[in-house]
């Protein structure tokens, strides 16, 4: 057993729809949320779970017979994820200027402004919460853009932007926010699932677009 995997306790993962579930932080009301789409021919996890032996079992079992990635949308997700692409074998993609911060990891990837994965996820970088932040779009059937700390669930079921003591740069987070709005398609309107504090949202776990109102907190 590797030395990572000191501790277990029971398996938090929740199935939030067809082909998504999410992996909730255990430690802090703010921390990170991780999610597992399952996407073909490529599905994959954004952001580091905590990693316990029941995560890596019920990560083994939703990646049977698939060669899942690793999406990384801001580096206070990255947690222990050079152990575990090490673990499983999974390649890790993120925006190159946090690529840096993971020097240990062979199967690394980065991209600059835009990508797209083999199962046709957008990604865009959107910087401010970190220098490297990017948010993620599944487009139908999934219709769920991932966005990491860009958008922070706050009370009454609403989604921010929030200026926080860990935001990078507050000017470059209000740019990424408009470049987010004219990149998405205007007639998709997807769900949002915030990489933080999905607690907000009870037993739905991720808001609709309506709930972001586009307006400034901090």
């Known amino acids: 057993m590797s030395?990572?995997?000191?501790f277990d306790f029971e398996s938090s993962l929740h199935r939030v729809r067809e082909g998504l579930?999410?992996?909730?932080?255990?430690?802090?009301?703010?921390?990170?949320?991780?999610?597992?789409?399952?996407?073909?021919?490529?599905?994959?996890l954004i952001d580091c779970p905590e990693i316990t032996v029941e995560v890596l079992n019920d990560l083994r079992k939703l990646s049977e017979g698939s060669n899942p990635r690793i999406i990384l949308t801001n580096?206070?997700?990255?947690?222990?994820?050079?152990?575990?692409?090490?673990?499983?074998?999974?390649?890790?993609?993120?925006?190159?200027q946090e690529s840096y911060l993971l020097p240990g990891i062979e199967?690394?990837?980065?991209f600059s402004n835009e990508d797209k994965t083999a199962s046709g996820l957008r990604?865009?970088?959107?910087?401010?919460?970190?220098?490297?932040s990017c948010v993620v779009h599944a487009p139908e059937p999934w219709n769920v853009l991932f966005c990491g700390r860009?958008?922070?669930?706050?009370?009454?079921?609403?989604?921010?932007?929030?200026?926080?003591?860990?935001?990078?740069?507050?000017?470059?987070?209000?740019?990424?926010?408009?470049?987010?709005?004219?990149?998405?398609?205007?007639?998709?309107l997807p769900q949002?699932?915030?990489?933080?504090?999905?607690?907000?949202?009870?037993?739905?776990?991720?808001?609709s677009w309506d709930a972001w109102e586009q307006k400034i907190i901090g």
């Open 3 to 6: 030395e990572f995997l000191s």
């Open 21 to 44: 579930w999410m992996f909730p932080s255990k430690t802090a009301a703010d921390g990170v949320v991780s999610w597992w789409l399952n996407c073909s021919p490529e599905p994959v």
């Open 75 to 96: 580096r206070y997700s990255h947690g222990k994820v050079s152990q575990l692409s090490k673990e499983l074998e999974w390649p890790v993609l993120l925006q190159e």
């Open 107 to 110: 199967l690394l990837q980065t």
């Open 123 to 132: 990604l865009l970088w959107t910087p401010g919460p970190t220098p490297g």
């Open 150 to 188: 860009l958008l922070i669930p706050v009370a009454n079921g609403r989604i921010h932007s929030v200026h926080t003591p860990k935001t990078f740069h507050w000017t470059m987070q209000q740019k990424s926010l408009e470049k987010l709005r004219s990149w998405i398609p205007s007639n998709s």
């Open 192 to 207: 949002i699932a915030s990489g933080q504090c999905s607690h907000l949202f009870g037993e739905n776990k991720i808001a």
